[in-house]
């Protein structure tokens, strides 16, 4: 024996067998501890926990409520069945290292992360279709008509019959909500940091954002590009490019270039100055609504600065704004779920439940309409 505590693997060994016994103490500790007092409950003993999550917990019904039904830290966040239990179990000793390293010591650093930390936590739920939700909820048990809203419970029984997840509608039951903006501001924030960094790099360049076009160099603008565009690149002068806007447009309608036929997505919208410019190369009738419509593409000028050379990283920052401002109330709504033209009108009817700049509204009203089911639910 003292042969073998000498060697190294006989060391390792040893460790080995200390950490795992560790860990079953641990494990039997904190979830025979699960049910009491929550002042002494083993998840709060990081005070990490105890400042930032306990003050929303204990104003939650989940605490106290009518039917004195209390659900705890281990109720929503520790399975019952033992391997999903265990790997809970692993993860949060991991959870332990990070608090001994300071990772979210002060309030501060909790509300930066805790936006990261959620969306971790309902992917989580989401993927075991919120199984510590139904320890307590049986959805054969509800009984719609005793909500005290028609509405909402409406909105329920229909979520259940299309198999939506509860925290798909339910987030922030227990601990505040989140800045739902910070992930999609974060990514934002990268992409810009990027295009300042790489500059105008390739034939090809998409701006971040709404940007102004202009007929000559140093003169007024004569309209407006919209971000995500496709911008031809046909001149590199320094400060300015000179492109090409290819696009479509529909008969009458000589202020805006679409980014396709019969599609309200929006490129560019031209003032009266510039409208004359436009080239034609094609004319169609559409069958279906047989309106006359143009292949155009307009040359004009735009400040170098604020562009993309691919498109797919201005889809990740649509992406992440889909998730931010569509589930808090109801499971995102993907993309490809309408078409084009549809889009518009059912954003504008959730206009009042998200919370987005001018400026984000439109950028997200063309990614929904880039990626609806009849632009492939992908571009």
Known sequence: MKRLITTFWGRISIAVVALICLFSAATVFATSNAKSDPADNFCL????????????????????????????CSSCHVPEDFIPMMSRKAMAAREVLQSMRGVLDTPEKFNENRYRLAKRVWAEMEANDSRECRRCHDQQAFDFTKFKKAKKAKRMEK??????????CHKGIVHKLPDMSSGYKLVFKDIKAEAAETGIDGDVQYPLMIVPLFSEKDGKAAGKVLAATRLEVLDD??????????????????AMIY?????????????????????RSETMIDPDTEQTWHKVSLECWVKAKDMVNDRER?????????????????SATPASHFKANQWIGNLKAM???????????????KYLQMHASDMGGSH
């Open 45 to 72: 003993s990081c005070h990490e926990m105890k400042e930032n999550v306990l003050p929303d917990y204990l104003k939650s019904t989940h605490f106290m409520n009518a039917s004195g039904v209390r659900a705890d």
């Open 159 to 168: 979520g259940l019959a299309e198999g939506q997840t509860c925290i798909g």
């Open 237 to 254: 002068d320094g400060d300015w490019l000179k492109v090409r806007i290819p696009g479509w447009q529909q008969d009458g309608v000589e």
């Open 259 to 279: 980014e396709e036929q019969g599609k309200r997505i929006f490129s560019a919208a031209l003032g009266k100055n510039i409208r004359g410019d436009v080239q």
């Open 314 to 330: 201005l889809w990740t920052y649509g992406s992440e704004m889909l998730t931010s401002a569509c589930s808090t109330c109801h």
């Open 351 to 365: 206009k009042h439940n998200i919370s987005l700049s001018k400026e984000e509204y439109r950028f997200f009203l």
